[in-house]
C-alpha cells in the first residue's frame, strides 16, 4: 500500500491556525503544510483564478505524497473546492480526496445559536459564493444566517498591523456592520483563517453573550470523525510526526511570519 501524508493548503499564513488545531488534536500523522504566499490575498480574485491557483497547489501535494489535502481556506473551500471533489478527483486522481472547512463548520454550527441567528464574517470571495448560507441552510434550514465581508481584515494582519490602534478603524466598522443587519445575532463566525489572531479586539467590540466562533477545533474534530469512517484513507497515512512547511513565496519571510499563526517556530521550504 502506498504510503501516504495529510496536505494542508491555505492561501498563505491563515491555515496555519486551523493546522495548529489539527496537529493538536492528531500529533502523530504527517503533514505537509503549503502556504500560496506569493499569490494570496486570494479573497479578491475571480472564481477561475481561485480554482487554477487552488488545483495547482493541491496537485503539488499530490506530488509529494499527500492522498488527503485538507483546503484550511474558506476562500479556496468556497470557490475551488466543489470543482475539484466533482470533476478532477474522479477524472484523474479517484484514489484522492480534497476536503475543506466549510462543511464542517456548517455541520455543527446550529450547537452554538439559541436565538437561530449566526453571523458569517469572511472574504469578498467567500460571501459572495453565497457558500456558507448554502451549506448552513442544508443542515439547519431555520437558521438565519447574515454575512459581511471584511476586505480590511487579511491585508492587516499580513502586515501585522491588526493588533496596532489603526486596525481599530476596520475592526469596529466590520463589525457593527453585521450587527446592524439583526440585533438578534448571538453566534458569529469567523470564516476566514486568519481572522482568529483578532480575537483580543473582537471580544472587545461584541458584546459578552456573543459567541465568537473560529474553525480550527471543529475542523479537526471533524477530520478525527471522518478518518474513523474512512479507515481506507487512514489506514495509509504514515505516523511519524514529520512536518514539512512549504511556501510559494519567501521561505524567510513566510518563517517571520508564521509563528504568530503557529504558535511556535518553524523552518519553510520554497515550493
Ligand atoms: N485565509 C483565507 C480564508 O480563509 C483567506 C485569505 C486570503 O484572502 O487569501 O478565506
Not at 68 to 84: D, G, W, Y
Request: proline share 5%; glycine share 6%.
Amino acid at each position: 500500500m502506498e504510503a501516504s501524508t495529510i496536505g494542508i493548503f491555505d492561501s498563505g499564513y491563515g491555515g496555519l491556525t486551523v493546522f495548529r488545531s489539527i496537529a493538536d488534536k492528531l500529533p502523530d500523522y504527517n503533514y505537509i503544510y503549503l502556504g500560496d504566499n506569493a499569490r494570496s490575498p486570494y479573497g479578491d480574485h475571480a472564481f477561475d483564478t481561485i480554482y487554477k491557483y487552488t488545483l495547482e497547489c493541491v496537485e503539488w501535494l499530490f506530488a509529494k505524497g499527500c492522498h488527503l489535502v485538507i483546503l484550511a481556506c474558506n476562500t479556496a473551500s468556497a470557490k475551488a473546492l466543489r470543482t475539484i471533489q466533482q470533476r478532477d478527483l474522479p477524472a484523474k486522481y479517484p484514489d484522492r480526496r480534497v476536503l475543506g472547512v466549510i462543511r464542517p463548520t456548517a455541520e455543527v454550527i446550529g450547537g452554538y445559536t439559541s436565538t437561530k441567528q449566526v453571523g458569517v464574517m469572511g472574504t469578498r470571495g467567500t460571501v459572495n459564493s453565497q457558500s456558507y448560507l448554502l451549506e448552513i441552510n442544508k443542515f439547519f434550514p431555520d437558521i438565519q444566517v447574515f454575512q459581511q465581508s471584511c476586505p480590511m481584515w487579511v491585508p492587516l494582519i499580513e502586515n501585522n498591523e491588526h493588533l496596532e490602534p489603526g486596525a481599530d478603524f476596520f475592526i469596529e466598522e466590520y463589525c457593527s456592520a453585521l450587527l446592524q443587519q439583526s440585533a438578534d445575532i448571538d453566534c458569529v463566525l469567523l470564516a476566514c483563517t486568519h481572522y482568529p489572531l483578532l480575537m483580543p479586539k473582537l471580544k472587545r467590540v461584541f458584546p459578552d453573550h456573543i459567541n465568537i466562533l473560529t474553525q480550527g477545533e471543529i475542523v479537526a474534530e471533524r477530520l478525527l470523525d471522518y478518518l474513523e469512517r474512512h479507515p481506507e484513507i487512514a489506514e495509509k497515512l504514515v505516523k511519524q510526526k514529520e512536518r514539512h512547511f512549504y511556501t510559494s513565496g519567501d521561505p524567510a519571510v513566510f518563517d517571520e511570519h508564521a509563528s504568530v499563526f503557529f504558535g511556535e517556530t518553524l523552518k519553510s521550504d520554497k515550493m
